[in-house]
Structures are given as structure tokens and as C-alpha cells.
């Protein structure tokens, strides 16, 4: 049995997962950094990092039951993400594997998205849904590697979404209850136009978002600015995803990121599924969103395909695209 430690620290989360290959989840051990107001600042996040890491570690060994000896190898994401933020995970774990002397595993994190939402639903060969705060790509296998078959232009939706209700008001906290601030105001809303953008395979969130400010300020109410701000850049998503699935000939979605704990969302991906007669698996919300067993799994994949860098390599990759990673499974 192989056992991994995987550290997740590439924006908003510090994460510390502990797995074994059989697969299970031995620990989970997470801090978040919430803005008070605004949004990520880098610097003050990883200084949050480096304040609250030593007791996440700690417990991450406590609920495993398990010491550094019986660890087998350190998984760290190297990116894509936040430089000062990447820095705090990649150090401790450069430590921790240099003084132990472990094998230390560099993680890509949007890889680590989509293994773990395979892992836990069982998805095998997905056209997957990637959405959170920093990346939009509808992505699918192809030979050793994953491939983008459609991103979004600009912003990605998470930061869309959670940009539009910090400027109307009523955000952060951007996630109250599992339920995004966007999904809870456009209850009750109703549609006002908002322009709609796809280009290809590709889609575009910034005009949607300036044009949903602007209808605010025009005195559109914020409920139906929410609602139809919503239904337009989760509609523009599934449009993209429906042509992936048929171009790729695909049977299965898979859908992963923090956006992809929104029920709404998942909503409109289910009647995609219906009508084209499609699996969808969704990751569970928990793991929808940042955690350190993502990248302790995807690292356990790469241990066992003999993937490891020396520490004095182990540099962060701020832009580190999934499509440069080779996958071996
Ligand atoms: N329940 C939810 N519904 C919709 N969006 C959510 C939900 N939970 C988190 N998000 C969004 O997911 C994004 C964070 O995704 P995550 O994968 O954790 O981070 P990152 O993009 O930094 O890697 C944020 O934009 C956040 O608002
Ligand atoms: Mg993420």
C-alpha cells in the first residue's frame, strides 16, 4: 500500500490530504483565506498560509492516524495558481521532503480537479467541465495528454460570478451555505436582456459582466440583473459542452472545479444529459472546491508512473497549462 501527502496552497485554500491507493481519503485538513473585502490578495493569503499551516498539517496527520514515516511520498501543486501563494505549499513541501528524505511529486492543479472528480464518481472517459475562481476549459483525453477543447475568452466563471455580486453588494462572503451568492439573488428574478457570447467552442464572460453592471445602474433590479447575468453564462457553458460531447463523440460529462458545487448549474447540466442521452457525473461539492486530497491523489498517480522532481527543481509555475502534462493512466 502507498501512502501520499498532497499540499494544496495555488489561491484561496491550504489544504493538506493524506491517501492510500486502495483508494481513501485518510485525511483532509483545510484553512481557507476569506477576504474582508475584495477580492484574493496574494501576499495576505499566503502570509495566512504560512500563520495557519503548522496546525493544518498537524491535523492532517491526526485524523490519518498515521507519522511522516509511514508516508510514502509529498505531493505538491507547483501551479497553475498565485505565485505568493504557490511559494508557501511548494517550500513546506520541499522541506518536508528533502529532511525526511520522501519523494517529492509535482501536481499540476487543474489535472488534480479532473483526477479527483474521476476518482470519486467514477467518470471514465468524460468530456470534463472545468469551472472555478481562475480557470473555464471544457477538456477531454486524447492519447497521453488532456486536451482543451474550449476555454473561456477572458475571466473565468467563478471570478465572473464572484466579481458581479461583489459589485452589486452582496459579496463576500461569495458562499453562504453551499449556495453562491449569484444562484441565492437571482431567485424570484427575471430575464432582462444581456448579451449572450460564444465563439466557437469558446465563451466570454467580461461583456456580460460589464453589461449586467450597467442594466443595474440603469435601474434593472438586482434579482433579475442576477438572473438572467446567470442564466446567460451558465447556458453559454452547456452550449459549448453539448458540441464538445458530439464533436468528441462522448458519453459522459464530468463536472469539476468550485463551480461546479452549484446546484443550479448542475440543474442545466442534467437536462443536457437527458436530452442527449448522456452520463453526468458531478464531483461532490466538498471536493467541487480546493482541497490537498486532490492533489495527494493525483500525486499517488504520478508516484505510481515514477513522476518525482528534485526539491532544488521544484519550482512554481504560475501559467502552468493542463495540456503540457503527459498522464499516464
Ligand atoms: N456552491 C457554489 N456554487 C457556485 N460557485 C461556487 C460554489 N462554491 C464555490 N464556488 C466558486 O468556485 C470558485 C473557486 O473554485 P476553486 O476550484 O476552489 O478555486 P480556484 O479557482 O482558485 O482553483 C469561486 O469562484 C467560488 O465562488
Ligand atoms: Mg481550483
Same mark, same amino acid.
Given at each position: 500500500?502507498?501512502?501520499?501527502?498532497?499540499?494544496?496552497?495555488?489561491?484561496?485554500?491550504?489544504?493538506?490530504?493524506?491517501?492510500?491507493?486502495?483508494?481513501?481519503?485518510?485525511?483532509?485538513?483545510?484553512?481557507?483565506?476569506?477576504?474582508?473585502?475584495?477580492?484574493?490578495?496574494?501576499?495576505?493569503?499566503?502570509?495566512?498560509?504560512?500563520k495557519?499551516?503548522?496546525?493544518?498539517?498537524?491535523?492532517?496527520?491526526?485524523?490519518?492516524?498515521?507519522?511522516?514515516?509511514?508516508?510514502?511520498?509529498?505531493?505538491?501543486?507547483?501551479?497553475?495558481?498565485?505565485?505568493?501563494?504557490?511559494?508557501?505549499?511548494?517550500?513546506? @513541501?520541499?522541506?518536508?521532503? *528533502?529532511?525526511? +528524505? &520522501?519523494?517529492? #511529486?509535482?501536481?499540476?492543479?487543474? !489535472? $488534480?480537479?479532473?483526477e479527483?472528480?474521476?476518482?470519486?464518481?467514477?467518470?471514465?472517459?468524460?468530456?470534463?467541465?472545468?469551472?472555478?475562481?481562475?480557470?473555464?476549459?471544457?477538456?477531454a483525453?486524447?492519447?497521453?495528454?488532456?486536451r482543451?477543447?474550449?476555454?473561456?475568452?477572458?475571466?473565468?466563471?467563478?471570478?465572473?460570478?464572484?466579481t458581479?455580486v461583489?459589485?452589486?453588494?452582496?459579496?463576500?462572503?461569495?458562499?453562504?451555505?453551499?449556495?453562491?451568492?449569484?444562484?441565492?439573488?437571482?431567485?424570484?428574478?427575471?430575464?432582462?436582456?444581456?448579451?449572450?457570447?460564444?465563439?466557437?467552442?469558446?465563451?466570454?464572460?467580461?461583456?456580460?459582466?460589464?453589461?449586467?453592471l450597467?442594466a443595474?445602474?440603469?435601474?434593472?433590479?438586482?434579482?433579475?440583473?442576477?438572473?438572467?447575468?446567470?442564466?446567460?453564462?451558465?447556458?453559454?457553458?452547456?452550449?459549448? @459542452?453539448?458540441?464538445?460531447? *458530439?464533436?468528441? +463523440? &462522448?458519453?459522459? #460529462?464530468l463536472?469539476?472545479?468550485? !463551480? $461546479?458545487?452549484?446546484?443550479?448549474?448542475?440543474?442545466?447540466?442534467?437536462?443536457?444529459?437527458?436530452?442527449?442521452?448522456?452520463?453526468?457525473?458531478?464531483?461532490?461539492?466538498?471536493?467541487?472546491?480546493?482541497?490537498?486530497?486532490?492533489?495527494?491523489?493525483?500525486g499517488?498517480?504520478?508516484f505510481?508512473?515514477?513522476?518525482?522532481?528534485?526539491?532544488?527543481?521544484?519550482?512554481?509555475?504560475?501559467?502552468?497549462?493542463?495540456?503540457?502534462?503527459?498522464?499516464?493512466?
Open positions: 500500500m502507498a501512502l501520499v501527502l498532497g499540499i494544496e496552497s495555488t489561491a484561496h485554500t491550504f489544504g493538506v490530504g493524506i491517501v492510500s491507493d486502495e483508494p481513501r481519503i485518510l485525511a483532509d485538513a483545510r484553512f481557507s483565506y476569506v477576504p474582508e473585502k475584495g477580492g484574493i490578495h496574494p501576499r495576505e493569503a499566503a502570509d495566512s498560509f504560512v495557519n499551516a503548522p496546525r493544518v498539517l498537524r491535523e492532517a496527520f491526526d485524523q490519518a492516524g498515521v507519522s511522516i514515516d509511514s508516508v510514502d511520498a509529498i505531493a505538491v501543486a507547483l501551479g497553475p495558481g498565485m505565485g505568493p501563494c504557490l511559494r508557501v505549499g511548494a517550500t513546506i @513541501a520541499r522541506a518536508l521532503a *528533502a529532511y525526511y +528524505g &520522501k519523494p517529492l #511529486i509535482p501536481v499540476n492543479h487543474a !489535472v $488534480a480537479h479532473i479527483i472528480g474521476r476518482m470519486l464518481t467514477g467518470a471514465a472517459d468524460p468530456l470534463a467541465v472545468y469551472i472555478s475562481g481562475g480557470n473555464t476549459a471544457i477538456v483525453k486524447h492519447g497521453s495528454r488532456y482543451v477543447f474550449g476555454e473561456t475568452l477572458d475571466v473565468a466563471l467563478g471570478n465572473f460570478m464572484d458581479l461583489r459589485e452589486l453588494g452582496l459579496a463576500p462572503p461569495y458562499v453562504v451555505g453551499g449556495v453562491h451568492a449569484l444562484d441565492r439573488c437571482a431567485e424570484g428574478g427575471k430575464y432582462v436582456e444581456l448579451p449572450y457570447v460564444v465563439k466557437g467552442q469558446d465563451t466570454s464572460y467580461s461583456g456580460l459582466l460589464t453589461a449586467a450597467k443595474f445602474k440603469n435601474g434593472a433590479r438586482v434579482e433579475d440583473v442576477c438572473f438572467s447575468a446567470r442564466e446567460v453564462a451558465y447556458s453559454s457553458l452547456v452550449e459549448v @459542452a453539448e458540441r464538445g460531447v *458530439a464533436q468528441l +463523440g &462522448k458519453s459522459e #460529462i463536472l469539476v472545479g468550485g !463551480v $461546479a458545487a452549484s446546484r443550479y448549474l448542475v440543474e442545466k447540466f442534467r437536462a443536457l444529459a437527458e436530452y442527449r442521452n448522456l452520463r453526468l457525473h458531478v464531483v461532490p461539492p466538498k471536493y467541487a472546491v480546493d482541497n490537498g486530497v486532490m492533489i495527494a491523489w493525483t499517488l498517480l504520478l505510481k508512473h515514477g513522476v518525482t522532481v528534485e526539491p532544488e527543481r521544484a519550482v512554481v509555475k504560475q501559467r502552468w497549462r493542463l495540456d503540457s502534462v503527459d498522464v499516464y493512466w
